[in-house]
């Protein structure tokens, strides 16, 4: 009987590492796509008939967070959530890209919308107001009462 040194292979450890990258990665996956919520083509019953999104993207800049928190802060401070729902939406995000064409955007943008009738209005003067909070605050309100009204 000779007594000889295991041979330690390489391959078989090489192999087992993929494999878990691999099942780690299909996880991660998984988990990502059961986390994201579906943005609501309308409105659930009990719910506003008007929408006022905020569209952005994966990258956002101190200005673009801005205009989503003064829209925000517009939105939910002027009405009641049964008369207009504040939802932002990031269009870079799987499922959401249609919403691109569907509004013509060219850039960051707080649209109004009205369930069930394809009616919309996409609010760009946010970007002239991005440097006086009250005047902000005052366009957006108005803009979505005066498309509230117009139903």
């Not at 609501?40 to 990258?59: D, K, L, R, W």
């Not at 850039?107 to 991005?130: F, M, S, Y």
Request: one cysteine or more.
């Amino acid at each position: 009987m000779t007594n000889q040194p295991q041979r330690f292979t390489v391959k078989p450890v090489v192999t087992v590492a993929l494999l878990l990258f691999v099942a780690a990665s299909v996880v991660a996956v998984v988990v990502k796509q059961t986390r994201q919520k579906p943005v609501p083509a309308q409105p659930v019953a009990g719910e506003a008939a008007v929408t006022a999104y905020y569209f952005h993207g994966n990258v956002r800049c101190v200005t673009c967070r801005k205009l989503e928190a003064w829209s925000r802060a517009a939105i939910e401070t002027g009405f009641a959530a049964q008369d207009v729902q504040w939802v932002a939406v990031n269009v870079d995000e799987t499922g959401n890209g249609h919403f691109v064409k569907d509004y013509s955007l060219t850039t960051r943008a707080v649209v109004l919308v009205e369930a069930g009738t394809g009616r919309w209005k996409n609010l760009p003067a946010i970007w002239d107001l991005v440097d006086d909070e009250a005047a902000f605050t005052k366009y957006v309100q108005e803009e979505a009462r005066a498309f509230r009204e117009a139903r």
